[in-house]
C-alpha cells in the first residue's frame, strides 16, 4: 500500500508537508510546499475528518463522527483516489 500524496496543482511535482499542528481532534493544519525547487510553490491546507465509513474496532467513547450514508460509503468504495488531485 503506498502513502498519502499530494501534487502541485502549478507543475504537478510532489508537495512535503514542512509542519502541521493538531487544531482538534479531527482537524489538523498543515503547511506544505512543492518539492520542485523551480516552482516553489507553499500552501496551507486543512486535513478534516468528516463522516465515519466504518466503525474502530476499538471505538473511544469521546470520538462521534456522523455515520456515513449508503451513498457516501460506496463512493468512498468505487472512487479513484489515484485520480485528480493526485490522492494516493
Not at 487544531?23 to 475528518?49: D, P, T
Request: with cysteine.
Amino acid at each position: 500500500m503506498s502513502g498519502y500524496r499530494l501534487v502541485c496543482p502549478h507543475c504537478h511535482s510532489r508537495m512535503r508537508i514542512r509542519t502541521s499542528e493538531g487544531k482538534h481532534i479531527f482537524l489538523r493544519i498543515a503547511y506544505l510546499q512543492c518539492s520542485a525547487e523551480a516552482c516553489g510553490w507553499s500552501v496551507r491546507a486543512e486535513f478534516e475528518m468528516t463522516h465515519e465509513l466504518s466503525p474502530s474496532g476499538m471505538p473511544n467513547p469521546d470520538v462521534s463522527l456522523p455515520k456515513a450514508d449508503r451513498a457516501l460509503r460506496q463512493a468512498a468504495l468505487t472512487k479513484d483516489v489515484d485520480g485528480i488531485g493526485g490522492v494516493r
